[in-house]
């Protein structure tokens, strides 16, 4: 069965500083990995996703996930944080059905 | 997302009771799901359907049904709600040839 770990519940960072969020799978076949972001009292929105080519994906609002086989990992990543990227993220892995697997989430915490 | 509607987006109900939750998309999608979120869980899926015809339980689908009314209308019935519930349900869905699932707002619904 597919999975998917957010290691992190929390991840601190100062406003300006360079974010990560850290997110391993482990899947059977070629993984198809995605990033979603759910702000207070929102649905969850789309971010990234990978599914074959460049290992460096590039999504919404400046962020970007790099994709490393030999790790199963898709970390999250942004140069520069805003407090408005305070939320919960969400990484999620899809199987051969087109089902979700996600992780429990990791907050998001931007401050000043 | 605004084309992901879900009503009511807040409900607050007795144990024993039946309650509907519904999802309406005018995305033109034929795929949809119903998941559950649960603080430090993340997202489970509890059902989903590829069209009108076609139903699938997730993997926690027991306490809960589903109607596929419509392409654009899939609703998440729980016949007897019991307080383990409660929990923040969401509709989401996928084109047929697309990679990316899309989400609606979320139902907050409280077991008492």
């Known amino acids: 069965a597919q999975s998917v770990a957010q290691p992190e519940d929390q991840v601190n960072v100062a406003e300006g500083n360079p974010l990560t969020v850290k997110c391993t799978y482990s899947?059977?076949?070629?993984?198809?990995l995605f990033w979603y972001v759910q702000y207070p009292n929102r649905g969850l929105q789309f971010l990234l996703k990978?599914?074959?080519?460049?290992?460096l994906v590039k999504g919404s609002y400046g962020f970007e996930a790099e994709f490393n086989k030999s790790q199963t990992s898709f970390h999250l990543k942004k140069p520069s944080a805003l407090v408005s990227d305070s939320a919960l993220y969400f990484c999620?892995?899809?199987?051969?059905?087109?089902?979700?697997?996600f992780g429990t989430g990791t907050q998001l915490k931007v401050e000043l | 997302d605004a084309d992901v509607t879900q009503t009511p987006r807040n409900r607050i109900t007795k144990t024993g009771k039946r309650i509907m939750l519904e999802c309406s998309q005018t995305k033109g999608h034929d795929r949809m799901y119903w998941y559950r979120q649960d603080p430090g869980l993340g997202l489970r899926l509890i059902y989903y359907s590829f069209d009108v015809k076609d139903i699938n339980k997730g993997e926690i689908s027991d306490g809960y049904s589903v109607s596929r009314q419509a392409q654009a209308k899939f609703s998440l019935s729980l016949e007897s709600a019991i307080p383990n519930q409660t929990a923040l349900y969401f509709c989401?869905?996928?084109?047929?040839?697309?990679?990316?699932?899309?989400f609606g707002p979320g139902t907050r619904l409280t077991v008492l």
């Open positions: 899947v059977s076949g070629n993984p198809y």
């Open positions: 999620a892995v899809r199987d051969l059905f087109n089902k979700l697997t």
């Open positions: 990978y599914i074959t080519g460049d290992n």
């Open positions: 989401a869905t996928r084109g047929g040839s697309g990679d990316t699932q899309y």
